[in-house]
């Protein structure tokens, strides 16, 4: 090749490279709260974009459907003179997120928020709190919370489960039933669902171990299959969807420790691959990404291999769209983590580059 088809193919491959570049925002712990970042897929590089929005203590960042809306948790002490967390809504420009709305949530330490599969209604769950409201939500704009629950129950551990601690919302695959997951109450607490009124109708509650915490509710493509995290025993319930009544029925459970460990361990989140053929799993203290097959038809895990997380405390963890890598909000170390995946065998890479951020909570791509 002589020199000259060289730089042509050089700067056909940069111009390709920075083609395929797309705006990644990360959620922030700090007060700065929403960051930007430009992801590479080609060369898996971070370039910082800078601040997308100045909303402090940011936990979990989700999208509108149709990717017009971000709307963030944000897990302040007080919002609006009210000692509450904040639920606020932005619109999607070019470079920038447009503030459109803020709203109180129902109490201290809002960390999750979900929109329903309509985009009509969206919840969110407080851990200080013990509690849940719902918004309805119109071009992108949160109305005053349409309901509000505080939970009572709490769990055997007197360090962890003193009180009630809402952690997560999910719906069902046919969007009847919405659920919030209780860690310090042991239970998933399961509603009826009317997305056009963003009302919840109390449905049953699925009784997890006593001292397990669940705190995550993933449901699988199969439509029937779904995986709670337990995060106080390290440990995944896999569990049986019913459609007829929402209810959820335990099937067995994974441990995600070896027999003996050193670290305080405690289990934290669930990636599942659009086939549904790879399961992964994040477990804190021991610091690792946990990676499974699972059978398409019933969800069933078969272990692969465990990958350190690449730094500590890995919060959340994402696939990019390729699904070739996976990034890795370690939150204590701030960082992203960047692993190469093969997308055939479902096994992640045991090496890594990484990205500063401070305290990364959420991955948005």
């Known amino acids: 090749m002589t020199a000259a088809a060289v730089s042509l193919a050089a700067t056909h491959s940069r111009m390709f490279s920075e083609s395929n570049r797309r705006r990644v925002y990360v959620g922030s712990n700090k007060p700065d709260g929403i960051l ?7 060369t898996a590089e971070f370039t910082p974009a800078g601040v997308a929005a100045k909303i402090a203590n940011v936990d979990w960042i989700i999208y509108s459907a149709d990717r017009r809306h971000l709307f963030a948790a944000s897990e302040v002490d007080s919002f609006n003179g009210a000692p509450t967390g904040e639920v606020a809504s932005y ?26 599969h309509t985009g009509r209604t969206l919840v969110s769950a407080d851990y200080g709190g013990g509690s849940a409201a719902s918004f309805q939500v119109k071009d992108g704009r949160l109305s005053k919370a349409a309901w509000k629950e505080h939970y009572t129950e709490h769990g055997p551990n007197t360090e962890r489960q003193e009180a009630a601690h809402a952690h997560f919302v999910s719906y ?45 509710l993933h449901f699988h493509p199969n439509g029937t299959t779904a995986y709670s995290m337990n995060e106080l025993n390290s440990t995944v319930d896999v569990l049986k969807w019913n459609k007829a009544d929402g209810s959820l ?5 994974i441990k995600l420790l070896p027999e003996v460990s050193p670290a305080l361990s405690t ?27 699972a059978d398409p038809g019933t969800g069933m895990l078969t272990p692969i291999a465990r990958t350190p997380s690449g730094g500590k405390t890995p919060r959340n963890f994402v696939l990019d769209p390729t699904e070739k890598w996976m990034i890795v909000a370690n939150q204590d170390s701030d960082q992203l983590s960047v692993f190469p995946r093969d997308p055939k065998t479902g096994e992640v890479a045991k090496e890594w ?13």
């Open 267 to 293: 289990g934290c989140d669930t990636v599942i691959t659009r086939d549904g053929r790879n399961v992964y799993f994040a477990n804190r203290g021991d610091d690792f990404i946990y990676a499974f097959t």
């Open 353 to 365: 580059k990484s990205y500063p951020c401070p305290a990364p909570m959420c991955i948005l791509f």
């Open 249 to 253: 029925t335990f099937v067995s459970r």
């Open 172 to 216: 069902s695959p046919d969007n009847r039933f919405a659920y919030i997951n209780d860690l310090g109450g042991d239970c998933i607490h399961i509603y009826g669902l009317d997305a056009a009124s963003a009302q919840l109708k109390a449905a049953g509650k699925y009784r997890a171990q006593a001292g397990s915490g669940p705190r995550t």
């Open 36 to 42: 930007a970042f430009d992801w590479n897929p080609v």
């Open 91 to 116: 619109a999607v420009e070019t470079s920038s997120l447009k503030p459109l709305s803020g709203q109180n949530s129902a109490a201290t330490g809002t960390c999750h928020i979900a929109l329903d």
